[in-house]
């Protein structure tokens, strides 16, 4: 079994991106999640697939009966902070500020329990390990958030799910899935990577990691299957990582929903999790 993951957020949540992406600015921007999220929602619903939906709080502020569409759908909810923002730039304080914004928003809109977090970003890392144990001591039993990648991870992360100890007790932590190509690690479960691989290739490596034992987490945005995204002006990197390969991408993306397994990670973990 795998985990085909959302993060449920608008085309404009961007870390570290200011000017007419400025937070200030975001509710003068046009709204996407509404339709792209219920079209992801069909897409899972027609392939028989049930996932995890890391919901920014921003968004379930706004769109609570989005959220309760998610949850009806029989989908698993977890947080994906509040305002975006990296990890590694806040305070512990800010942190946790963050995180409980983002679990009373998701209360408000009817989901009591929340106990899996993804940072913006993959922006838990070697400089914000200690968010870690705040997710812990914040109720957490799962966070997947740390991408065995550089730039915005560390290659020698472990690529299995496993337990990392806190100070305040174990967490488990579920990395998404990479591939070894010409001599680097690239992302190939998410993003960019998962954008431009053909799907054969995408489950080619579900399969490899599902013979050795492990299962694969993949992620997607529902700003990726948006048929005609806005655009802005973004940095070198922000912009491959934002508009890189998205033509066509919704049709690579099904074929891959429909030929795996997935289920939400809290079913997975559950299952196949072994401490390391
Ligand atoms: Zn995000």
Redesign the pocket.
């Known amino acids: 079994m795998n985990a085909f993951t959302v993060?449920v957020?608008e085309w404009f949540?961007i870390c570290g991106v200011e000017g007419p992406l400025a937070t200030t600015n975001w509710p003068n921007l046009p709204s996407r999640v509404m339709s792209t999220t219920r079209q992801l929602l069909d897409e899972f619903d027609a392939a028989g697939v049930r996932g995890t939906f890391f919901v920014?709080g921003w968004v379930a502020d706004r769109y609570p009966l989005l959220v309760g569409e998610i949850v009806a759908a029989g989908h698993e909810i977890g947080s994906?902070g509040y305002w975006?923002r990296w990890v590694h730039t806040q305070t512990s304080e800010e942190f946790s500020a963050d995180l409980d914004a983002s679990v009373r928003a998701l209360a408000v809109a009817g989901v009591s329990s929340v106990t899996a977090y993804r940072a913006?970003?993959w922006s838990i890392n070697d400089r914000s390990r200690w968010a870690l144990e705040r997710l812990v001591r914040h109720g957490f039993h799962i966070d997947a958030s740390m991408a065995p990648v550089r730039i915005v991870g560390r290659v020698s992360y472990p690529r299995r799910p496993h337990v990392r100890a806190t100070w305040a007790g174990p967490i488990v932590e579920a990395p998404p899935l990479v591939t070894d190509r010409l001599g680097h690690v690239m992302p190939l479960g998410w993003g960019w990577g998962l954008r431009m691989s053909p799907p054969r290739r995408v489950l080619a490596a579900i399969e490899h990691a599902n013979r050795a034992g492990d299962p694969a987490v993949l992620m997607v945005?529902p700003w990726e299957i948006d048929p005609d995204p806005p655009r802005v002006s973004l940095p070198a990197r922000q912009c491959f990582a934002h508009y890189f390969r998205l033509g066509g991408f919704l049709d690579r993306f099904r074929t891959i929903l429909r030929a795996a397994t997935f289920v939400p990670l809290g079913e997975l973990l559950a299952a196949e999790t072994r401490p390391t």
């Open positions: 993060d957020e949540h920014l994906h975006h913006p970003e945005h």
